[in-house]
């Protein structure tokens, strides 16, 4: 084959490669997950004792003597006055406060799932320290305030229910005995644009675990196992966080503005006409 055509065809080629383009990889968002906030109210006894005891002596004495070529006299006089004073007090009951936080535990398992799914990537927030907790639950102004470096999107989750339960139930027509510790924890969660301050995505989770024990009726100390009920409840919780996320990609994907409409979308290359002189 003519080397004249080999030249005409290898440019040729070149030319589509440089018109047509290369697809650019999809943009991946960046997504902070927040510790779980939680409120809950807590209730105290007490009980106020007051004592007070006040006492006073006063004491007073007079004496005098006359003595002349007539006579001798002698006169005195005396006072006391004591007075005391006491007051007791006592007053008891109850008073109840919210108390509101942030957990540090169950997000280690919700990241996990993310980046298994491949679809984020994930930039570390910095943790809520202020003393104000009134600001918990304000997460735009912690948004503005820089708490999320780099982030497209916050994932902030909140305490909605956790609850602990032990339980002992006997096992009919045997002589044992289903000892139960379980607990089950529900957030609510809210995808958030660092952009626009829109909600993307919203939901509630729900984590589950239990440790069971067999054992005699005859008695025995039963220790059930709290750490591998924590464990679990965050991993199925992880899991359901990530599994809802993934099914409400629509609200992180179809943004009113353009950075967000550009996330997670392969953007077609501009199509060009390909012409061919030959001489």
């Known amino acids: 084959?003519?080397?004249?055509?080999?030249?005409?065809?290898?440019?040729?080629?070149?030319?589509?490669?440089?018109?047509?383009?290369?697809?650019?990889?999809?943009?991946?968002?960046?997504v902070a997950v927040t510790d779980l906030a939680y409120e809950e109210r807590v209730s105290e006894y007490f009980k106020t004792v007051s004592a007070t005891e006040k006492s006073s002596l006063r004491a007073s004495g007079r004496e005098s003597e006359r003595e002349s070529d007539y006579g001798y006299s002698r006169r005195s006089s005396?006072?006391?006055?004591?007075?005391?004073?006491?007051?007791?007090y006592s007053n008891e009951g109850t008073y109840s406060y919210i108390e509101s936080g942030e957990l540090r535990k169950f997000t280690a398992d919700i990241k996990g799932n993310?980046?298994?799914?491949?679809?984020?990537?994930?930039?570390?927030?910095?943790?809520?320290?202020?003393?104000?907790?009134?600001?918990?639950?304000d997460i735009i102004a912690r948004i503005k305030q820089g708490m999320y470096p780099g982030a497209d999107y916050v994932l902030f989750g909140a305490v909605n229910s956790i609850e602990f339960r032990q339980e002992a139930n006997p096992i009919d027509r045997t002589d044992t005995v289903?000892?139960?510790?379980?607990?089950?924890?529900?957030?609510?969660?809210?995808?958030?644009?660092?952009?626009?301050?829109?909600?993307?995505?919203?939901?509630?989770?729900?984590g589950t675990g239990q440790d069971v024990k067999l054992l005699s009726s005859r008695g025995g100390r039963v220790v059930l196992n709290r750490g591998k009920v924590v464990s679990e409840?965050?991993?199925s919780l992880g899991e359901d966080v990530a599994r809802q996320l993934q099914e409400q990609l629509s609200g992180i994907y179809a943004g009113d503005d353009a950075q967000d409409a550009s996330y997670g979308r392969r953007e077609e290359p501009p199509r060009r006409e390909e012409v061919i002189i030959f001489k």
Request: charged content about 20%; some cysteine; overall charge positive.
């Open 78 to 88: 005396g006072s006391i006055n004591a007075k005391s004073e006491s007051s007791y």
């Open 114 to 137: 993310l980046l298994k799914a491949g679809l984020f990537d994930l930039v570390q927030a910095k943790p809520f320290t202020a003393r104000n907790n009134e600001k918990l639950y």
């Open 233 to 235: 409840v965050s991993k």
């Open 178 to 206: 289903s000892h139960t510790l379980s607990l089950e924890l529900v957030g609510e969660f809210s995808l958030i644009s660092t952009r626009t301050f829109k909600v993307k995505s919203s939901f509630s989770a729900m």
């Open 1 to 30: 084959m003519n080397s004249k055509w080999l030249s005409r065809a290898g440019v040729c080629v070149l030319f589509a490669a440089l018109s047509f383009g290369v697809g650019a990889a999809p943009k991946t968002p960046k």
